[in-house]
């Protein structure tokens, strides 16, 4: 697992992944329906899940939004992602939201942070991989503005067939947050 610099935003805390967060990801990796666009299917036990998350031949860098204060303080939110891309100096973004933390501005906070971080850590480009039928995640990539840079006809066969995908980037010196 590689390094994961802590990052805080207004309502988070944005930290390396624990053996505990499976569990708390569980409910929502374990819904089909929240799964719908990721490229494999929901997860059946909380030690699948925990496999997946401690890959450790994937090249990526984990980080935990876990809220910081109020009713809900030591909760975590999601699971936010960047590995290398294409070339060095070009990430790639990944980010999924419990269940019970969507639609609360929660994805846009804690990218927000997370691609402002990545941005000043060196990397001069930012890319996301989108299922076209994956209104919210297009949504939040375009508030963040990203630019939609192509889009890939039956590209990739998943759980749920074969897929339509939008390519996004987002220059360093286009980033206004």
Known sequence: MQTVTTLQTDRFTMRPIRAEDAAALLPTLS??????????????????????????????????PEVTSGEHAGQIAGRLTVHTAHQEGVEEIGYIIRSDWQGKGTASECATALIAHRFASGVRKMVAEVDTRNAASVHLLEKLGFAREAHFREHETTHIGMCDVYWYGLLKGDWEA
């Open 31 to 64: 819904d089909a329906e929240q799964c719908r666009y990721l490229t494999r299917p929901a997860f059946a036990s909380e030690q699948e899940l925990s496999d997946w998350l401690f890959d450790p031949a994937w090249p990526g860098k984990t980080w935990i």
